[in-house]
């Protein structure tokens, strides 16, 4: 083996904090104007036209910050796709949460199908507008916002392709979910969806009516439908999100990274590895460029030089005011030998990094400086 885990970690040495905005996206469908927090990816500004998946938190006032930090980690090391993240949160969550009107909270509930409207046809379309989002969405709830997201996995009109159901409220109405499910046929999904659900150290209804639907899901696999379940004893009902969308995103994306160990592709191979992903995903992934860095430097370190200088290569095209691929590009470059190329995209890299004060500014000039010394040898 000639790189460890620990020279990528000093390759990469930490996860910037995203840009983030907080604002009010205003309704006419909902009786609320709900405010709206939006984390962009690091590489945001590194491309001007690149699209990113969208991943839609509710209860942002609580999850909102965790997720996005999760979120922008794993995406960094190309264990998930970087996604733009945005939370919502609503002042009634019995009301616009929960798929059907109880008895026992008349007038307070059964109302999430106006909810996933403000989602689809008010949210969505203003983050859209605003941003540039890819048209892949993917929503994480917990408890009753867990109901909701689960009752968006059963509806084929929703738009959402990746649910996440952190200890989920399925005893709602006698676990009527559950009961929809075992009533669905196997054409029910006209395209692919992924599900994680999960549960925490709870007890009586909740832990019944989740086993419930495992069962369900073990007896009745839809053929469209991939998804993923964990429990997690040691975790109370309100801990848990923390631990559970980290766990969730590894999961649902459990096989979406294409080189997850230190074996290496050339670029042609890692486009027909996320073509082959379509029918999986109903979406077609391109690369990002944490994936240009990831997958490139892999392949310089393990001696596949003319691989990684053509993924980075690529990779400094398409994000062209990316400090962070130039000076990997300048790695590769050094590592193959190529001095006059490594330092040129050095000093682009270093020249980017002072424009937009990045983060990697001193291990950008630490390369730059070493550059200068062994080129005028």
């Known amino acids: ?43 945001y500004s590194h491309s001007d036209s690149y699209q990113y998946p969208l991943l839609l938190v ?6 909102f910050s965790h997720i996005a930090a999760s979120t922008q ?10 996604m733009i993240v945005v939370s919502v949160s609503t002042q009634k969550r ?25 989602l689809q046809k008010e949210l969505i379309p203003y983050i859209s507008n605003k941003y540039r989002v890819a048209p892949y969405y993917a929503v994480t709830g917990h408890s009753l916002g867990g ?3 689960s009752n968006l996995v059963l509806d084929n009109n929703s738009k959402f392709g990746l649910h996440i159901s952190i200890s989920p409220s399925l005893w709602w109405e006698k676990s009527i979910l559950v009961n929809n499910y075992k009533a669905l046929s196997d054409n029910h999904l006209s395209s692919p969806k992924r599900w994680f659900l999960s549960i925490a150290s709870e007890s009586g209804e909740m832990f019944e009516s989740y086993t419930a639907m495992i069962n369900a899901l073990n007896e009745q696999p ?8 964990e429990h997690f004893p040691e975790e109370t009902h309100d801990s848990t999100p923390l631990i559970g969308n980290a766990r969730a995103l590894k999961k649902i994306f459990n096989n979406w990274n294409a080189v997850p160990e230190i074996d290496v592709m050339p670029l042609h191979k890692l486009h027909d590895f996320y073509l082959k ?20 430097l892999k392949a310089a370190y393990e001696g596949k030089h003319q691989w990684g200088i053509e993924i980075l290569e690529q990779g400094v095209k398409e994000f062209g005011k990316s400090e962070i691929l130039w000076d990997s590009l300048a790695t590769a470059y050094k590592l193959n030998k190529q001095l006059v190329k490594a330092l040129h995209a050095s000093n682009t890299a270093l020249k980017l990094a002072k424009t937009s004060n990045s983060i990697y500014l ?16």
Request: glycine content about 4%; hydrophobic content about 40%; overall charge neutral.
């Open 58 to 63: 509710l209860d942002g006032s609580t999850q």
């Open 94 to 118: 019995m009301t616009y949460f929960t798929p059907t009107a109880h008895e026992k909270f008349v007038g307070r509930s059964g109302k999430a199908d106006l909810f996933k409207g403000y």
């Open 277 to 296: 992903k379509i029918p999986e995903y109903g979406y077609h992934f391109t690369l990002s460029a944490h994936q240009y860095n990831v997958y490139g």
């Open 1 to 43: 083996m000639k790189v460890t885990i620990f020279l990528l970690v000093l390759l990469f040495t930490m996860v910037c904090q995203a840009n983030s905005e907080r604002f009010i996206v205003k309704s006419k469908i909902i009786d609320e104007n709900p405010t709206v927090q939006v984390s962009l990816p690091d590489t």
């Open 147 to 149: 109901l909701f997201t």
């Open 362 to 377: 001193s291990d950008i000039i630490s390369q730059n400086e070493h550059l200068n010394t062994v080129s005028n040898f």
């Open 222 to 229: 839809l053929s469209k439908l991939h998804w993923f379940s």
């Open 73 to 82: 980690f794993l995406s960094t090391y190309a264990i998930i796709p970087e």
